[in-house]
């Protein structure tokens, strides 16, 4: 018990980190994928060309990638971010991407009859949009969009790259300085645990949508 | 009256509506009968102002402004708005699109819902409905938008023969109270039966009665 003790203030803080860095991206994914989504499917061909290009660039690469790219070589041309920001503008840009597509997915699979009736109500696009399409959207874009976002909590550890202490970098150091396992086991304990309420989350979520089909 | 001069459109090199005019007046039930691929649905569509048209005419004596569009649309399958429930499916336009109060919405809707014989089914979702109650959903939808036309698609491919003849009393009432109907469906029994001026459309609009 004092063993576990002993590791918890490193542990605990690797929590935080995680934590945080899960939460800030998905509040900040989310709207801007959504954004995206917008923008990839507007009538105005070199917004849509530009999105593809984003989404092309941002799922084409490794995230790893992007972020040694944004912390260690925006500096190069005179930006410099501080190892959080830039951990959270990679993550956020990277999963703005997906999101886009997952959202792109959901609004193409509404049928066409809902945004004619629409019309012929005399609804507007804004108002066929928020009050028709997206609630609709939501309900489908649930299942693929919890996939990313379980996906999201482990790729936090990611973040180890540029120096962040999340809980996987805070427990391969007690492994070193333990010569131990046991840390990771702990690590892989959190990582279920954390992703076991995401899951609870998405399934009160989807049990909300379920008054129709 | 709704007035239909010279209407054409094509769909790339296929001419779909070739030269149609046809005159609707309010309390008429217009009947459009004709086999599938005339382009029944793509003059409905005109009518309805889903679709643009090449050239000819709409003109509809009522519409007080540019941007009124007094003609309603049933769809043949009815595109009721799944997420929400019937009374709100009527509801929803009343209150965003013509933007009236919740209270006078509600009544609105209540009344409709009662004249068509759906009282009871106001908090059931479209999945919860039979066809023929979907249908009359969508009619009270339409209807509560106060359309001077209303436009329905195949109102009968959907039912069997009994809830066919409740559908055309239905367009019987509608047109009783002053609103111009007009049908297109390749139900000819029906057409015959219901409508007051009867079209065939093949290469060229007939009137037929």
Same mark, same amino acid.
């Given at each position: 018990?004092?063993?576990?003790?002993?590791?918890?203030?490193?542990?605990?803080?690797?929590?935080?980190? !995680?934590?945080?860095?899960?939460?800030?991206?998905?509040?900040?994914?989310?709207?801007?994928?959504?954004?995206?989504?917008?923008?990839?499917?507007?009538?105005?061909?070199?917004?849509?060309?530009?999105?593809?290009?984003?989404?092309?660039?941002?799922?084409? !690469?490794?995230?790893?990638?992007?972020?040694?790219?944004?912390?260690?070589?925006?500096?190069?041309?005179?930006?410099?971010?501080?190892?959080?920001?830039?951990?959270?503008?990679?993550?956020?840009?990277?999963?703005?991407?997906?999101?886009?597509?997952?959202?792109?997915?959901?609004?193409?699979?509404?049928?066409?009859?809902?945004?004619?009736?629409?019309?012929?109500?005399?609804?507007?696009?804004?108002?066929?949009?928020?009050?028709?399409?997206?609630?609709?959207?939501?309900?489908?874009?649930?299942?693929?969009?919890?996939?990313?976002?379980? !996906?999201?909590?482990?790729?936090?550890?990611?973040?180890?790259?540029?120096?962040?202490?999340?809980?996987?970098?805070?427990?391969?150091?007690? !492994?070193?300085?333990?010569?131990?396992?046991?840390?990771?086991?702990?690590?892989?304990?959190?990582?279920?645990?954390?992703?076991?309420?995401?899951?609870?989350?998405?399934?009160?979520?989807?049990?909300?949508?379920?008054?129709?089909? | 009256?709704?007035?239909?001069?010279?209407?054409?459109?094509?769909?790339?090199?296929?001419?779909?509506?070739?030269?149609?005019?046809?005159?609707?007046?309010?309390?008429?039930?217009?009947?459009?009968?004709?086999?599938?691929?005339?382009?029944?649905?793509?003059?409905?569509?005109?009518?309805?102002?889903?679709?643009?048209?090449?050239?000819?005419?709409?003109?509809?004596?009522?519409?007080?402004?540019?941007?009124?569009?007094?003609?309603?649309?049933?769809?043949?399958?009815?595109?009721?708005?799944?997420?929400?429930?019937? /009374?709100?499916?009527?509801?929803?336009?009343?209150?965003?699109?013509?933007?009236?109060?919740?209270?006078?919405?509600?009544?609105?809707?209540?009344?409709?819902?009662?004249? /068509?014989?759906?009282?009871? /089914?106001?908090?059931?979702?479209?999945?919860?409905?039979?066809?023929?109650?979907?249908?009359?959903?969508?009619?009270?939808?339409?209807?509560?938008?106060?359309?001077?036309? /209303?436009?329905?698609?195949?109102?009968?491919?959907?039912?069997?023969?009994?809830?066919?003849?409740?559908?055309?009393?239905?367009?019987?009432?509608?047109?009783?109270?002053?609103?111009?109907?007009?049908?297109?469906?390749?139900?000819?029994?029906?057409?015959?039966?219901?409508?007051?001026?009867?079209?065939?459309?093949?290469?060229?609009?007939?009137?037929?009665?």
């Amino acid at each position: 018990m004092d063993y576990l003790l002993s590791m918890a203030p490193l542990m605990l803080q690797g929590l935080r980190t !995680t934590l945080w860095l899960f939460f800030l991206t998905a509040l900040g994914s989310i709207p801007l994928g959504m954004l995206v989504c917008i923008l990839r499917l507007s009538k105005y061909t070199p917004l849509q060309r530009a999105m593809q290009l984003y989404i092309l660039l941002m799922r084409g !690469t490794p995230l790893l990638l992007q972020l040694i790219f944004i912390f260690f070589g925006l500096p190069i041309i005179g930006i410099v971010i501080n190892r959080e920001s830039a951990a959270l503008i990679a993550f956020i840009l990277n999963y703005a991407a997906y999101f886009a597509e997952i959202f792109r997915g959901g609004i193409l699979s509404i049928d066409q009859g809902q945004y004619e009736a629409s019309t012929v109500l005399g609804l507007s696009k804004i108002q066929t949009f928020f009050g028709i399409i997206l609630p609709q959207v939501v309900k489908r874009v649930l299942p693929p969009g919890g996939n990313e976002l379980i !996906t999201l909590v482990k790729d936090t550890s990611l973040a180890y790259i540029l120096g962040l202490g999340d809980v996987l970098r805070a427990s391969r150091t007690l !492994t070193n300085q333990q010569a131990s396992l046991i840390p990771l086991f702990l690590a892989g304990a959190i990582y279920l645990v954390l992703v076991s309420a995401v899951t609870f989350g998405l399934k009160k979520a989807e049990t909300k949508f379920e008054y129709y089909r | 009256m709704l007035r239909v001069n010279k209407l054409s459109k094509s769909f790339g090199d296929k001419k779909v509506l070739d030269q149609i005019s046809f005159e609707v007046e309010k309390g008429d039930i217009a009947i459009i009968t004709g086999p599938s691929g005339v382009g029944k649905t793509t003059l409905i569509r005109c009518l309805s102002s889903l679709e643009t048209y090449d050239s000819g005419t709409i003109d509809i004596s009522e519409r007080r402004s540019e941007k009124e569009h007094p003609v309603g649309l049933v769809f043949q399958s009815f595109n009721l708005f799944p997420h929400l429930s019937s /009374l709100e499916n009527i509801t929803f336009p009343l209150i965003k699109a013509k933007g009236m109060n919740n209270e006078d919405a509600r009544k609105k809707a209540l009344e409709l819902m009662e004249s /068509l014989g759906l009282t009871g /089914l106001e908090g059931s979702y479209p999945f919860q409905l039979s066809g023929g109650q979907k249908q009359r959903v969508a009619i009270a939808r339409a209807l509560a938008m106060d359309p001077e036309y /209303l436009c329905f698609d195949e109102p009968t491919s959907a039912l069997d023969s009994k809830l066919r003849d409740s559908v055309g009393e239905i367009l019987r009432e509608i047109a009783k109270k002053g609103t111009g109907v007009i049908v297109i469906t390749h139900d000819r029994e029906f057409a015959e039966k219901y409508s007051t001026k009867l079209y065939a459309l093949g290469s060229e609009l007939d009137r037929v009665k």
